[in-house]
């Protein structure tokens, strides 16, 4: 027990909550990716592409997770709300950072590849994708921190997560429970912020090099 | 589901008196408004003092990310149970929601306001400089309008924050749209609890529009000519 918490709850909750933030933070990716590359590549898509998905994030969360059901005729207590709105927060954040890591790619070694004989798409995967990772990366951390935070708000609708300590213990009037759920939600976004920082390092062997610069 | 969703919003039973939609939007409003100009109070002046003096640095390079991590519906509850005993009267439900939104505010305002400083061309500020100007002239006539689109972000980002926390601040009694998502989830209303959703949704993009105009008319002529370049 801990703060009036069962171990095994706590356990359950946070790899629920890593459940609801983590997938999405994979859909979101790879819905971006190519969106990003699209607004990087092409002037007119840019705007209509940024704004359009920086629209999204507008948009309350409870708010959010209550209009999907309209939209996707799920009911209210599935999963499935809450994993698409946060896919939708999630692009709603990356695709402008996916475009800037895209447009941080040198002209000359996009030259320098295409000269080698890349097609487009080898040298988008094997060599502007890299070189972009940094930047994505830091946007992913962005999102990862963010929607640990928001998927928390799902409590209210009744989707168990780590958000269901605050509910639980305000309802019970006590403190402990819900001071648990708040240092368990920030442990979770500093855990992942890390581990991605981690996964960013490891794909980018050339930047640890140092000196070598 | 779509239907009864769109007869509760064209119902104009639901949008006038007491408690109607626009009565709620209002009350929303006013109270988002009145969290971001107390965030501003503080957070400008601040952000103003350490991007100027190159002070504090650390503190809001990391607030921003930090708050981020903290989620606002436990610091809701935490600040209600808390405060709550201690309050009296008709502000006792309203002050710890808007005392939480005015918090939440705080970093993004602060490190937006830092950021705009801190890009200021360091030749316009050195030229202010060698022109004779005080640390508080180049602040005024050349840090600010430099850093006021950047601020402005920082207030934007403040807004969008301050409006979902208001809306699921109804879970504590404020008052505003936050009102038809919670009390239709307590009478099992889904057509009011979507309806309501739809409401407060168009108002986060109203309000955000509106302020991107703002922002948009913040930037000098001359700062967008050389943007643009």
């Known amino acids: 027990m801990i703060g009036g918490v069962a171990w095994e709850t706590l356990g359950e909750l946070t790899l629920r909550h890593l459940y609801l933030a983590g997938v999405p933070l994979l859909l979101g990716l790879l819905v971006s990716l190519p969106l990003g590359w699209l607004a990087a590549r092409s002037r007119w898509l840019q705007t209509p592409v940024v704004a359009g998905t920086s629209l999204l994030y507008t948009i309350p969360s409870l708010a959010l997770f209550i209009m999907l ?4 005729g799920t009911r209210i207590l599935d999963d499935a709300n809450v994993l698409v709105a946060m896919t939708l927060y999630t692009v709603a954040l990356l695709t402008r950072t996916v475009a800037d890591g895209f447009g941080s790619v040198p002209g000359h070694v996009r030259q320098a590849a295409t000269a080698m004989g890349y097609g487009e798409l080898r040298r988008v995967v094997s060599v502007d994708l890299p070189l972009a990772v940094p930047v994505i990366t830091a946007g992913l951390r962005v999102a990862a921190v963010s929607n ?8 209210l609708i009744g989707v168990s997560q780590l958000g269901m300590l605050f509910t639980d213990g305000f309802n019970r009037n006590a403190m402990g429970p819900i001071v648990v759920g708040v240092l368990a939600c920030v442990v979770l976004a500093v855990t992942l912020d890390a581990a991605i920082a981690g996964l960013s390092k490891v794909l980018t062997p050339w930047l640890r090099s140092g000196a070598g610069a | 589901m779509i239907g009864q969703t769109f007869q ?69 509850f935490i600040a209600v149970l808390l405060l709550l005993p201690r309050l009296r009267g008709e502000w006792a439900y309203e002050a710890p929601a808007l005392i939480v939104l005015v918090l939440l505010a705080i970093p993004p305002i602060l490190s937006g306001t830092y950021a705009g400083v801190q890009a200021t061309d360091p030749a316009a500020r050195d030229a202010a400089r060698g022109m004779g100007m005080t640390g508080a002239q180049v602040l005024r006539q050349v840090e600010v309008p430099g850093a006021l689109p950047l601020i402005m972000s920082g207030l934007r980002s403040a807004m969008l924050q301050i409006i979902g926390t208001a809306t699921i601040a109804a879970i504590v009694g404020l008052g505003g749209l936050g ?47 050389a943007s643009a370049g």
């Open chain 2, 179 to 225: 009102r038809f998502l919670i009390d239709g989830q307590a009478s099992r209303d889904y057509a009011m609890m979507a309806g309501g959703s739809i409401a407060v949704a168009a108002l986060a993009l109203l309000v955000d529009q509106v302020l991107a105009l703002v922002q948009r008319a913040a930037v000098s002529p001359g700062l967008r000519h």
């Open chain 1, 69 to 72: 059901p309209l939209i996707l």
């Open chain 1, 148 to 155: 640990v935070s928001i998927v928390s708000i799902a409590a």
């Open chain 2, 8 to 76: 509760w919003l064209l119902d104009p039973a639901n949008w006038t008196g007491q408690g109607g939609i626009l009565a709620q939007s209002l009350a929303h409003l006013r109270y988002s408004f009145l969290a971001l100009l107390a965030a501003a109070a503080v957070a400008v002046p601040i952000g103003l003092w350490v991007g100027h003096t190159g002070r504090l640095r650390w503190l809001a390079v990391n607030l921003t990310g930090a708050f981020r991590a903290i989620p606002s519906l436990g610091v809701l």
